[in-house]
């Protein structure tokens, strides 16, 4: 429980998906056995759906390198033939390249999918940004962009169907027209068939939470944007509804620019 990658903006920080976080890292040794209970039993009723891997915990982070987990759920998923979405900031996840290609092959689509989607495999690539030094301070965890963008690309080359998350773009760091267009364009670049861009989020007024830990470090690192962020979040966790609306229409205007598509499906 708890994410190693610790990046500064993340979510489960001061939010109801972090209900269960703990003080220092927990490493949930039993989920492969749960996983193997839960599969076993839809798999035999027919109930397929695709599995999300890393929407509130990254499943490569350092630790998985000796203990395998992610690979053991992997496994499991395998066997049951069930379609899953890796996210991930990760290149370690490079090292289960044969096993998602297995995956892709036998996974079994849910109805609403057949006939919309070819794969049962989604590899999916996080970014907040592709500033190199905006990637050192708020996601010291993760592999570079550089090195991200390389494993995206030996997906792209081996068949898989793969993406970007773009999320949370950071206010006045990272979302404005020109990083955009620079980061959806590499991100085309590097061979994703899409792109999900999405706002950042702020919880919580303790120590640990995200909004408390993002603030301090726009006040060591970007003093000039402090004030302005703070008054973003002022009433909400959210930014408000005119800036979603810009942000949206600018990555979809980009997304038309390199030919890349903004959803999934
Ligand atoms: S990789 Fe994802 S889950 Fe892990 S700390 Fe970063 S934002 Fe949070």
Known sequence: MGCALN???????GSVYGGEETSVLQVKTNAPEVLYKQLKNRARKGEYGFIGLGSSTDP?????????ITRELLKIIYRFK???????????????????????EKAV???RFQGK???GMIVSFSFSTVDPVLVDIFEPGASTVEERFGAMKK??????LVGANLMPVLPFLSDSEEHLDEAIGKIKEYGANFVLVAGLTLFGDKPKDCKVRYY????????EVLEKTKRMFKDSFAPSRDYQAVLHKRSERICRKYDIKSKII
């Open 7 to 13: 990046c500064t903006y993340c979510y489960i920080h």
């Open 60 to 68: 490569y982070p350092p630790m998985e390198k000796e203990l395998e």
């Open 82 to 104: 069930f379609p899953v979405n890796v996210n991930t900031k990760s290149t370690l996840i490079l090292r289960d390249m044969e096993l998602l290609k297995k995956i892709d």
């Open 109 to 111: 689509l849910p109805k």
């Open 117 to 119: 989607l070819d794969h």
């Open 155 to 160: 997906f792209s080359d081996e068949g898989f």
């Open 216 to 223: 301090k470090i726009l006040e060591e690192y970007f003093p």
